[in-house]
C-alpha cells in the first residue's frame, strides 16, 4: 500500500510536521517531529527515484480525479532527482538545526521556526512532484512565505529588511509565473504539464503563447536568481539564520531552476525554446556575464555569507550555462551541476553555521586564525571550497567536466575557456578565506573559542564527504542527470 | 468605543447573527456559493468587529490568542487528516469516495470535514493577524 502512496506521502509528511510542529510547546520535540518529517520525506524520494530508474512512470491521481481534469503527481527521472536533492538536503540541515538554531532564534519562536521550515520544504519538494502548472504556482508561494518567514527569524535586524525585500521581488517573480500559467489556461484550457505539451505545438504561431513563456521565463529567473534579477539574493542568504541559509542556497534556487526546465524542454519543446525563439543566444550572454561578475564580486566581500552568496549567483550562471547549449551534454551538465552544487553550497554554509555558532561572527576578521581552534570546521570549509573550485575527486570537478564537454561539443571554444578560467576566480575568493583562517593572526576573540560541537560537524561533514563520494564515483549522478536530459530533450515525461 | 451607544448595541446584536451565518456559508457550501475559506473569513470578522468596539482585551479574554493560533493550525490537520484517512482506507490522498458506505454520501461528509479545516484555519490565521496588528503597542 505504502508504494502506491510514495508520491502523497512526499508532500503530506512533511505538511503534517509543519502543523504539528507548531502546535506542540517544546522546542526539542518540535525539532523532533520535523527532523521525522523530513526523513519520511528523503524516504520516499529515494523510493520514488528508485522505481524510476527502474523504468516506471510513476503517476498520482490526488483525491482519485483522472489527469488532465484533477491534479496529478508525476515523477520522471528529471524530478525524481530534485526531489532527492531537496528531501536529502532537507534532513541533513534539519540535523544541523537542532544546535544551531537555539543560538541564533528567539526561544519563544523556535516551535513556529520548525513550522515554516517544513512549510518551506514541503513548498519546494510540492514544485517537484506535481503535473499540473497551477499546482506549481500554490507550492511555490507556500515555499517562499515559509522562506520569508525564516529569513526574518535572523538575529541580525537587517534580517527584517531583506526578507521584506525577497517577499517583494519573490511576490513580483510569482505574479509573473501565474500570469504565464493564466495565459496558457486561456489559449489551451488545460492546466496538466503532458496535456499542455500535447495541446501547444499546433499554437506556436499565437502571440498569446508567446507571451505566456515571457512572463513564465521573467518569473521563474527572478526565482532563481539568474543575473541581473538576483539583487535579492544576496541579502537574504547573508542576514538569514545559518542553518536558513544552508537550506535555501542548496535547495531552493535548484527547484527554480528544475521549473525554468520543466517549462522550456517539457511544456514548451526544445524545437519553440531554442530553435523559433533562440532562448540558446540570450540565456548564453546572461550566463556568462553571471558567471564573470558575480565571481569578481565575490572577491571583494568580508562577509564570508555574503561572498558565498554571490558566487552562488555566479554557479546558477554555470547551470543556466549548461541548459543554453540545449544538447544531452548541456543538460547533464546542468542537472549535474544541480545536484553538486547543493552538495558544495550545503556544505559551506553550514560550516559558516559552525563559525556563527562558536564566534558569533563571519566577517573574514572574525575568522582569522581559526584554522587551529577549530580545525574540522576550517578542514570542511576548505574541502568545500575546493569543490566549489572544481578540484578533481570533488563533485564540482565532475560538473565543469561535463560543462566544458558541452561546449566543446557546441564548437564554443571561448566558452570552454572561459568556464576554466572562472574557475580561478574562485580559487582567489576561497583562497582569501583560507589565507585569512590558517596564516592570520588570531584576535583576542578567535584565540579562546573551541571546536564547534559534534552535532555540528555530523551534519557538515555528511556533506563533505558527500561531496568527495560523488566526486570520486560519480557513475550514480552522471546516470541519473544523463536519463534525465535525455527525457527533457525527448518530449512530454 | 466603549462610550458609544449605539456602536455597542449595534455590535451586540449583529455578532450573533454573523457567527451564525458563517456557519450557514459553512455547511450551504456545497450546494450554492460558500465555503470554507469565506465561512472562516466571516467567522473572523464577526469576533473583529466585537474587538474593534468592545476593545482587544475582551475580545482576548473571549478568544485568548493561544486559541487562535491552535486554530490556525489545527485546520490544516483536519484537511490533511481527512486525505490520509482517506489513504488507509484505499483510496488516493483526499478521495473521499471511500470515506463511507456509498461514494455519494462519502463525497458529501468528505468536502464538508475538509472546508471545515479550511474554516478553522482560515479563522484562526485572520484573528491572529489582527490581534498582532491591534496588540502591537500593548506588549511592548
Redesign the interface.
Known sequence: MIAA?LP?IQI?AP??A???C??VPWKRVSWGIAMAGAVTAFAAAVGLLSRVLGGEDIR?????WAAPWGIEYRVDAVNGLVLLIVAGIGVVVTLFALTSVEREVDERRIPLFY?AWMLCLCGLLGIAITGDAFNIFVFLEISSLGTYALIAMGSDRRALVSAFRYLIMGSIGASFIVIGIGLLYVETGTLNLADLAERLPALYGERTVLVAFAFLTVGTSLKLALFPLHVWLPDAYAFAPSAVTGLIAATSTKVAVYVLLRFFFTVFGVTYSFDELSLGMWLLPLALVAIFTMSLVAIFQRNIKRMLAYSSVAQIGYIILGISFASVTGLTAATLHLFNHALMKGALFLALGCVMYRVGSVHIDALRGLGRRMPWTMAAFTAGGLSLIGVPLTVGFVSKWYLVLGALEQGMWPVAALVLVTSTLAVVYIWRVVEAVYFGEPSARADSVSEAPLRLLVPTWALIVANLYFGIDASLTTNVAGQAARALLGGAP | MRDQIILRIAAKILVGPILLFALYVQFHGDYGPGGGFQAGVIFAAGIILYALVFGLDRARAAIPTSIVTWCGTLGVLIFAGVGVVAMFMGGNFLDYGVLLYDAEHAQHIGILLVEAGVLVTVFGVMVTLFYSFAGRRRSR
Open positions: 502512496h502523497a503530506v505538511l503534517l509543519a502543523a504539528l507548531v502546535l498520482y491521481a490526488l483525491g482519485g513550522g
